[in-house]
């Protein structure tokens, strides 16, 4: 008997072994992008508060007759949620608040405290997925056209251009 093949693997083979593993959970881990897929997950939420939040208004304005009040009203219809954004530092933003009713807590922003005080059309108002848990705006943008179109968006997608609905 040779002692030579009672020997076990030689540190050469060991290493070789070892890139080919490193290789291929590298390849599996650039084609599975968990990045991607959480950023889609987080989309398809923005996705469903945006028609939630929509449609607890037209349930509002189907029972009383008419719109929430505090939604703001605009004359552009080109207006993108960026450009929603970037006008909520003025006195008239179209961020809705997620905190308080009756305006507490939601200077500066669109209450539509009206919609879940009572929970007849919401629980909540929803939130984007990574807008903080203590900050008094939920990162979805509304407003209304001068022919009562609502149109509810989140400016802060990742996988599309925006996230917007208007009815």
């Given amino acids: 008997m040779n002692k030579k093949s009672e020997q076990g693997f030689t540190l050469l083979e060991i290493l070789l072994v070892v890139a080919a593993i490193a290789i291929l959970a590298g390849i599996v881990i650039l084609a599975i992008n968990p990045n991607k897929q959480l950023g889609d997950t987080r989309d398809a939420q923005r996705r469903m508060d945006v028609n939630t939040i929509l449609n607890g208004v037209y349930q509002y304005s189907l029972v009383s007759g008419s719109l929430p009040s505090t ?90 251009a925006e996230i917007r609905v208007t009815r």
């Fill in 71 to 160: 939604i703001n009203a605009t004359s552009s219809t080109s207006y993108t949620c960026d450009e929603l954004k970037a006008a909520a530092t003025a006195a008239t933003s179209t961020e809705i608040c997620r905190t308080g009713l009756s305006g507490v807590g939601c200077e500066g922003r669109t209450d539509l405290g009206v919609l879940y005080a009572s929970e007849t059309y919401l629980t909540a108002i929803p939130h984007d997925p990574q807008v903080l848990v203590t900050a008094t705006g939920t990162g979805y943008y509304i407003v209304k056209s001068l022919n009562n179109r609502v149109t509810v968006c989140s400016p802060e997608s990742e996988q599309t």
